[in-house]
């Protein structure tokens, strides 16, 4: 099914908001089995949104999601210009209004009077609910084509698109299912080429692939569930460790997860990530139970004088050291006494670097009661990125870790 | 002048990648003095690029900044489309294509045949030069209409703008002048409010808000320079110290200015926010001359063991109130041997609350030589939100604190 969206709104045009209702809805209609045809941004404004509405009704797409401009301040015009262009009368719908007066009562407000528009309703139409909010959205049916208007608040919009719009168009459409496989530390190219072969075989799904910083997501969708199934299985077990979920957790959670179920604490000690490990593993809910702290030490003195790293080794090997990694991974696991410490020091740039060690080079290094480790890595990146990468690989390297604990 | 925007990607259509060019191209024209009157996001097709400027050529705008479409695989098809749709033949640039050549040879690649199409220069048009990429753009003129074509690589896309679109559109429009007055602790109708007067003496400026969970941007943009730099001292005097800058620095990079001016050192304690406030502040180059480190105390026992916070403290008070914010601050000032030690320790949800400590209830310790003070806050939001806002008014108090530095 062909779709087209138009997105309404003033705040949209001028860059106040970036238009993420566009690509939320984009990706969902996809999973489902649509082609989003064409969007168009729009002000608020009747003659943009009867033109954009003739536009749409000029393609061969059997639907429009609207978004926006069903507030109840006087720049919401949809509603009303969405009744001129079906030509339709309306009415006021008292037993909505009372339901909204009282929950403004609830919160001890007074319903403004500009509200009353939300409770209008079209003679030549339906309402759509709004489980979140005050806005009902509408549906009208013109040639064969449906027309869906929702307002531009995310969470509302969402939450109606899933009740309500969801249903809809998988109707409409033969069943689609999904699978998500999300990676790191690999490339896009490299996974193309890595599961071809299992591509090739295979003919009734769609495969999208989703890169970011962190590493590449994989969403592939088709029509026989068992199918996608084997198939996500097929691709999983050629990139091997690189896949860290077949969900949509983080790295972090997929971390914090299995130190919790393992019962395995962890120490931090960390120099040009300044903080950003520590901050990424207590983003999830519950990782008190396995974190229990670390240090950011960023000066030479801080490492000499609060982590206990040897005067000599920074002499000798400097701050930014496989050894100096080394020591530091163990002085912190000691110091915090956990099950696993791990440490990070490198160049984030774009100063600091000399002859020998450029920016971007990185060592990590990890402590158990059973060993001592490090990894050198080297990114070519911004101050920022490097250490957005770094902590991707840190969390990656946790996450093997706790896979080989028995 | 009036200007319209199409987007040209399946990728943008699928959800895949977020259309932010629109939003960038949105706000750099808007304080350009233009109106962004549509926009537009259609997939790589004929049909959809020529329905597009028909859609375009029948409004009144002045021009469209047409972005994507313009690389060297098969799938982008923008420059033979333009071609078709203005009836233009085209040669082939030798003098390109041997400098397209040299740049691939210089990294020891051989240049793609599918890249000859960049070299294509129309008859009736005119290329835009391209001066971090291999996609010069192109420019065409009907019916007193500007039709400019983009890579959707953001990059080039922005360095194309900057060096030839916005020149050419300044010197349509009257020249514009604009001021950013960046805030933080006031609400956006606080700030309404508070300005409300000397806006209403003003009559020749245009006024944005842009809240984010930071704070809220201001910007002015108006045809006197010097109407626009009163106004802006005038509105930022009246909203006192919530104004951290009057420029586009972030928070932490007015901090770390500040305290490299004064040759202040400083050092972390943190609790809840588990890292985030040193990631932040070493997000920013330079910050290792004064931030010298930190502790991420997670657990009870590590504010104990190792920043030597007294039992009977926690067991009194708890790990989350005003005597352990207190003595976390002394502490790390004493521990780094630095001039400010700032702490932080709270609940940053969604459990961890207990009947009288409520989530999102935050203690900030500060310590410097002169005096130990701490400050309570109390956020209402999700985990993330709530470290990010705590992460945030520390960030504030220090830039408070070094603007008393004598």
Not at 82 to 106: A, V
Not at 195 to 203: A, S
Not at 243 to 263: G, L, P, Q, S
Not at 352 to 380: M, Y
Request: charged letters at 25%; aromatic letters at 8%; one cysteine or more.
């Amino acid at each position: 099914m062909k779709v087209f969206l138009i997105s309404i709104g003033n705040e949209l045009l001028t860059g106040k908001t970036i238009n993420t209702n566009a690509s939320w809805l984009g990706k969902k209609l996809t999973i489902l089995g649509c082609t989003v045809e064409n969007q168009i941004t729009i002000p608020d404004s009747d003659t943009a949104i009867s033109n954009s509405i003739d536009y749409f009704m000029n393609t061969d797409c059997s639907c429009v999601i609207i978004t926006g401009g069903l507030g109840p301040t006087v720049d919401d015009i949809t509603r009303k210009a969405l009744f001129d262009y079906f030509g339709t009368s309306y009415y006021f719908d008292e037993e909505y209004w009372n339901i909204l007066e009282d929950r403004f009562k609830k919160r001890d407000l007074k319903i403004p009077v500009s509200n009353r528009n939300q409770a209008l309703v079209p003679d030549n139409g339906y309402v759509i609910h709004n489980p979140v909010g005050t806005a009902r959205g509408l549906k009208f049916k013109k040639n064969d084509k449906f027309i869906f208007s929702l307002p531009g608040v995310p969470i509302e919009m969402k939450s109606m698109f899933e009740s309500e719009i969801k249903p809809w168009v998988s109707n409409q459409v033969e069943p689609f299912f999904t699978s998500t496989i999300r990676t790191t530390g690999i490339q896009e190219s490299v996974i193309i080429e890595k599961i071809d072969m299992v591509l090739k075989k295979e003919n009734d799904y769609t495969i999208g692939y989703y890169p970011s910083i962190d590493g590449v997501d994989i969403k592939i969708t088709g029509k026989i569930e068992n199918n996608i199934e084997k198939l996500c299985n097929n691709i999983t077990s050629k990139l091997g460790d690189n896949v860290y979920c077949t969900d949509e957790r983080f790295i972090e959670e997929v971390v914090v997860d299995k130190a919790i179920k393992n019962k395995i604490t962890i120490s931090l000690a960390e120099s040009c990530t300044g903080g950003l490990i520590g901050h990424r593993i207590t983003e999830v809910s519950g990782s008190s139970k396995i974190f229990k702290g670390g240090m950011i030490v960023y000066s030479n003195n801080a490492k000499i004088n609060n982590l206990g790293i040897s005067r000599e080794c920074i002499k000798e090997n400097g701050a930014v050291s496989e050894e100096t990694a080394l020591e530091m991974s163990k002085n912190i696991r000691s110091i915090f006494s956990t099950d696993i410490g791990i440490s990070v020091t490198g160049i984030a740039g774009p100063t600091g670097n000399t002859a020998k060690k450029p920016v971007g080079l990185i060592f990590v290094g990890l402590s158990t009661e059973d060993f001592n480790r490090t990894r050198k890595f080297q990114f070519h990146s911004s101050r920022s990125n490097n250490k957005r990468k770094t902590s991707q690989v840190v969390l990656e390297w946790l996450r093997m870790e706790l896979n080989d604990v028995k």
